[in-house]
């Protein structure tokens, strides 16, 4: 069935710096990719988001690849803050309309 | 634009009970909400899909006669947990996609279910 594999489980940056977040799917018909964060008790929220036309998208300091042929998107915050700090999803859907969501990375900010 | 609410955003039920969520869109029309379940440390996971009128569609492994959902209006759907036991502690997710884009949903903030 359709899978979506996220890499790393827990990563820990010092301010400052960049972190990067993997994801692979499984569906080749996927063609929305989004990413959530999400802070403890909350609901998911929609940070940035890429269609399949589209290889990258940037929005201030954080931007989204996607290599469709190898089926990988990614995530890049830069100039990370501890505000940062959450726990961060991506997710794939298709025509169904159906989100299908990684495992979640554990983002520390150290200050 | 494009707000979610649920509520309540906590309870806490006695086993055997039955506890009754609601998820609103409250500035856009809901044509289909989502219901996910999100245990601690673990990611979201789809319980059932529901558009206005129409009976839920759930997925596999989830009992329909346990977990009711209605969608009676296109703001408003409701998750009842019938008989609910220790084991169905956790945290529920509503999201609502409205007529613009078919794949975007919009979060509602969760509610917490502790059932002692």
């Known amino acids: 069935g359709e899978n979506v594999e996220q890499h790393p489980s827990t990563l820990s940056v010092q301010e400052g710096d960049s972190a990067v977040i993997k994801c692979t799917y499984s569906?080749?018909?996927?063609?929305?990719f989004p990413w959530y964060k999400q802070e403890l008790g909350k609901g998911p929220q929609l940070i940035i988001d890429?269609?399949?036309?589209?290889g990258e998208k940037k929005d201030q300091r954080i931007a989204v690849t996607l290599n469709k042929t190898a089926k990988h998107f990614s995530l890049h915050i830069t100039e990370t803050q501890p505000e940062d700090s959450a726990v961060y999803f991506c997710?794939?859907?298709?025509?169904?309309?159906?989100?299908?969501f990684g495992q979640g990375t554990t983002l520390q900010v150290k200050p | 634009g494009a707000v979610v609410s649920q509520h309540p955003s906590w309870v806490i039920c006695k086993s055997g009970t039955s506890v009754k969520i609601e998820c609103r869109s409250l500035?856009?029309?809901?044509?289909?909400m989502f219901w996910y379940r999100q245990f601690p440390k673990q990611s979201l996971m789809l319980m059932a899909t529901?558009?206005?009128?129409?009976?839920?569609?759930?997925e596999q492994g989830v009992e329909k006669d346990k977990f009711l959902i209605n969608h009676a209006s296109l703001t408003l759907s409701t998750l009842t947990v019938t008989s609910a036991h220790p084991e169905d502690s956790s945290f529920y997710i509503c999201?609502?996609?409205?007529?613009?884009?078919?794949?975007?949903?919009?979060f509602g903030p969760g509610t917490r279910l502790t059932v002692l």
């Open positions: 999201s609502a996609r409205g007529t613009v884009s078919y794949n975007e949903q919009f």
């Open positions: 569906d080749s018909a996927s063609n929305y």
């Open positions: 890429i269609r399949s036309n589209v």
């Open positions: 997710a794939a859907s298709s025509n169904t309309g159906k989100l299908i």
């Open positions: 500035d856009f029309q809901a044509t289909t």
């Open positions: 529901s558009n206005e009128g129409s009976k839920a569609t759930y």
